[in-house]
């Protein structure tokens, strides 16, 4: 998931505890990561304890759709570059530009997992 333009990648290894802490785990998750809200360590915390690896890509997808539902509007951009972008999407609904956007997000980070992966197997050799 990308958090601040770094790639934060974490696995649960096991918890074979019946009550985990979470605290402690979130705490952890706080300590490890920069400039992260507690907020977001806890939802991460609990994805990490109950979610499996669809429910997880699923909620990383929630989450980037939270961030950007949360960004402000970038009021520095000119009136001119603003308006050029609008005209390459004026004929798409809302619910096309948002299809469009959630596809580009997939394969996004479908590339960047492939980019990592293919870095480890050079790093082992």
Not at 71 to 82: A, G, L, V
Not at 85 to 103: C, G, N, P, Q, R
């Amino acid at each position: 998931m990308f958090l601040n333009n770094i790639l934060m990648k974490l696995n649960l290894l096991s918890c074979d505890t019946q009550r985990p802490d979470r605290r402690a785990i979130s705490k952890c998750i706080l300590e490890i990561s920069s400039n992260m809200s507690p907020a977001l360590s806890n939802d991460l915390t609990d994805i990490l304890l109950e979610g499996d690896p669809v429910e997880i890509e699923k909620n990383n997808g929630l989450l980037w759709a939270k961030k950007i539902f949360k960004t402000k509007p970038n009021r520095s951009i000119s009136e001119k570059f603003r308006q050029e972008i609008v005209t390459i999407f004026h004929h798409l609904t809302k619910e096309e530009l948002i299809d469009k956007v959630l596809a580009n997000y997939l394969i996004n980070k479908n590339t960047n997992t492939s980019k990592e992966s293919s870095s480890k197997n050079r790093n082992k050799n």
